[in-house]
């Protein structure tokens, strides 16, 4: 049987759990997991000329410029490496790369999760990224084994740049301003289902794979 080339998003603001939820549904159903802030780290992590344009826009608290973003995106698509399917993470975030993805690709369903601010900014500080495989964990609710340790590959567990009290009520803000706008452009192209993201892990993936089909 020929298995159907699916294709979701997960969008939300930070600290919604996007990175966390697309690596539980690429884990369990052979879908490549696509993550433009994961290509921007790598970028800052090994200096590139990118790289460096990420890490004036985070030190100020700003969004990386669309068509850098578009940029990185265009290329990494057009590998190709995901012949069953994959999840989006945190891209498009506005109705501009909405615009550009569309132009080049379908969805079959876009899930948004949905989270007070102040529990986003909380989960967001509380978060740390292995260094060496990309590993997300959440201190208030996933702690590793050992204290600053990846549970999977031993790597070192570090606080992302971005994450400072400053720079996430900046994020979190043009994120909201931004989402509206984002989700009446893709409801013409894909059905997009709202999931309370405020509750525990389990219950909200739950109701993800529940509303995909998958489950």
């Known amino acids: 049987m020929v298995l159907r080339c699916r294709k979701y998003l997960l969008v939300g603001v930070p600290g919604s759990g996007k990175s966390t939820h697309t690596a539980l549904l690429t884990r369990d159903f052979d879908l490549v997991r696509i993550s433009a802030g994961d290509i921007l780290r790598w970028h800052v992590s ?11 826009a985070m030190a100020a608290g ?15 698509l057009e590998q190709h490496d995901w012949n069953h399917g994959f999840v989006l993470d945190g891209f498009p975030r506005n109705r501009r790369q909405a615009e550009f993805f ?7 369903a876009v899930i948004c999760l949905d989270v007070p601010d102040t529990q986003a900014r909380d989960r967001a500080l509380s978060r740390r990224m292995c ?8 201190l208030i609710g996933g702690r590793p084994r050992r204290e600053g340790v ?22 979190i803000e043009d994120h909201r301003e931004s989402i509206a706008a984002l989700l009446d452009r893709l409801r013409r192209k894909a059905p997009v289902f709202v999931v309370d993201a405020s509750r525990d892990l389990d219950t909200v993936q739950e109701e993800i794979r529940t509303v995909l089909g998958l489950s």
């Open 46 to 56: 090994h200096h590139t000329k990118i790289g460096a344009r990420v890490r004036e």
């Open 62 to 76: 700003r969004l990386v410029d669309d068509s850098l973003v578009e940029g990185i995106m265009r290329e990494r």
């Open 102 to 108: 569309l132009d080049r690709y379908d969805l079959d």
């Open 131 to 138: 260094g060496d495989c990309g590993l997300d964990y959440d």
């Open 150 to 171: 990846c549970d999977s590959c031993g790597g070192r567990l570090e606080r992302r740049e971005d994450d400072t009290p400053e720079a996430l009520t900046a994020r």
